[in-house]
């Protein structure tokens, strides 16, 4: 693939490196965090929450490889780190119901 490129270019010589690699994250689907989560968040929506995947990385990878059990949760908004970042605050009052369930019934 290198030389290809190189070829293409008409570099000299182009080199690869992978100077990065961070683990993927998923959470257990028969952890307990998960199912507490899912049970509080049911209980304040009226609805069972759809459990999705996220495309950006975060430092429950890190914390999972350790063998805390993780999840990530939080209210709906769009743009994260962007110039038009937002949420949504009625999503925030209902987030902190659901994680104040979630620890006081824990």
């Not at 959470?27 to 995947?53: C, F, H, Q």
Request: hydrophobic letters at 45%; aromatic letters at 6%.
């Amino acid at each position: 693939m290198v030389d290809a490129a190189n070829r293409q270019i008409g570099a000299e010589r182009l080199s690869l490196s992978l100077d990065l690699v961070r683990e993927p994250f998923e959470s257990r689907a028969d952890g307990t965090l998960l199912g507490r989560l899912r049970t509080a968040a049911s209980d304040a929506m009226g609805v069972e929450p759809k459990v999705v995947g996220a495309p950006y990385w975060t430092d429950a990878a890190i914390l999972a490889a350790a063998g805390s059990d993780c999840v990530i949760f939080g209210p709906l908004g769009y743009g994260l780190h962007t110039t038009e970042e937002w949420v949504d605050l009625a999503s925030v009052h209902q987030t902190a119901e659901i994680l104040i369930d979630l620890v006081c019934t824990g």
